[in-house]
């Protein structure tokens, strides 16, 4: 991560960790690893690194401080008029960070917003609900849960005045935009507030909470789906109908039903949210792929 210590010193994708404290990291786990990178913050871990291309050993001293990753990774004016967003989490805060980026932009002269959603696999609820409040006024639905249980039913609506409810929209998705993603992407479709440009998208409309058992283990339950202003349910895998085998299908087009936005366009359930407007994916060569993947 750009401005925090493994970057400020100089470490790169592709090393290689041999040693951590002068102890050898040979048939240790990344989880293992990782146990002995972390500590206080201000306190200093020594490595010792294998990088390819170097054929000496690289050792490095690095003081070790505490990693904040922002959810907006970068934003800034694609030209005179046109602002873009990339936007990686829905941690804590995204909703604010989106805002405070969004209004950087206005300053600058943006006329038109082009949302990045791609790879974002989602996060917190409450967040996704903050960032389409941006764009719509206080007390619109955003997303509802339902479940079996009533107390598992909940409606979220836009809780703030809108900083700009009027100005042009386009939000990017692919596979990999799922969740709270989703739940900006299906809102912004459903209220017609801005076009959508991609793929479809991941399909992960399920609430779940977590339950405390015996000898500290734990178990993650379903207890509800999302759905969007429209009605649709983001969820492209129906868990309730299994295949011979044991699988589970995606749901066929023989069982997706028509929804209306709000300006009455025809829209479709099934799993994800189709874009306005489709993209295909770049296809990359399988030596490009390879040498990606080792970094």
Known sequence: YE???????????????????????KGKTTDQITELLRGQSGTSVKIVIKRPGEDKLIEKSIERAEIKIDNVSYYGMADEK????????????????????????????????????RGNGGGLLNEAVNIVNIFEEKGITVVSTKGKLKDKNNTHRALNPAIDTQIPLIVLVDRGSASASEIVTGAVQDLDRGVIIGERTYGKGLVQ?????????????????YYIPSGRCIQAIDYAHTNEDGSVARIPDSLKVAFKTKAGRVIYDGGGIEPDIYLEPVKYSNIATSLASKY
Do not use: H
Not at 95 to 108: C, I, R
């Open 209 to 225: 909470n977590v339950l405390t058992l015996s000898y500290n283990t734990k178990l993650k339950v379903t207890v509800a789906k």
């Open 82 to 117: 046109t602002g873009y967003i990339k936007l990686d989490n829905f941690y804590q805060n995204a909703g604010k960070e989106v805002k405070d980026a969004f209004v950087s932009l206005k300053d600058k002269g943006m006329k038109s917003c082009i949302i990045d959603l």
């Open 3 to 25: 401005g925090f210590p493994a970057q400020k010193n100089d470490l790169r994708s592709g090393d290689i960790i041999m040693e951590v404290n002068d102890k050898s990291m």
